[in-house]
């Protein structure tokens, strides 16, 4: 397995002239310019980043009601417990929702040989752990104990989920199993 592979076999053109052009067309009728910083349903949502993910759509949300934070896997780790402290301590959020999902890259990929190609190719491993599972409901129940054990964020108002990929729908995810 080599770090730089990909199973995408088409030739990579980068994307940002899209996206720039996308803006420029966004922008002439931007009218979210007064929205407050504060979310206004007082909600943070940690989710994976996979792409098959639009997490405004799966949760019917709109611009300015939420805090959402992603990384690989819906991850806790020490840089969302800090952006949760700060969302509710700054910003008023009081609610978390996890949402993890079906046939997440994490599931398929080894932490031992990931490292060990990076340290082949560059010469050191990465400090971070890639946290792979095998089942994202175990894994969700996981990360809902990460916060309810830390002093830093309140999870007095947590539930967490996992979105299944082929069907759209989310199944709650119990604390306790």
Request: overall charge negative.
């Amino acid at each position: 397995m080599s770090v730089t592979s990909t199973d995408v076999t088409e030739e990579f053109i980068p994307s940002a002239d899209h996206l720039v052009a996308h803006n420029e067309r966004f922008s002439g009728s931007f009218q979210d310019g007064e929205l407050a910083v504060a979310p206004t349903m007082r909600l943070a949502v940690v989710a994976c980043m996979d792409s098959r993910m639009d997490i405004f759509k799966i949760l019917g949300l709109e611009n300015g009601e939420a805090h959402i934070l992603r990384n690989a896997g819906g991850v806790i780790t020490d840089d969302v417990i800090r952006s949760l402290c700060l969302s509710q301590r700054f910003l008023g959020t009081q609610e978390i929702v996890l949402l993890h999902h079906t046939d997440c890259g994490l599931q398929m990929v080894s932490e031992d040989e990931f490292k060990a190609d990076l340290e082949a190719e560059l010469g050191i491993k990465p400090r971070w752990s890639l946290e792979p599972f095998a089942d994202p409901y175990g894994d969700t129940r996981q990360s809902m104990q990460r916060l309810i054990l830390t002093p830093f964020v309140d999870a007095s108002y947590l539930r967490g989920f996992v979105y299944d990929v082929t069907d759209g729908r989310l199944r709650e995810v119990s604390q306790a199993e």
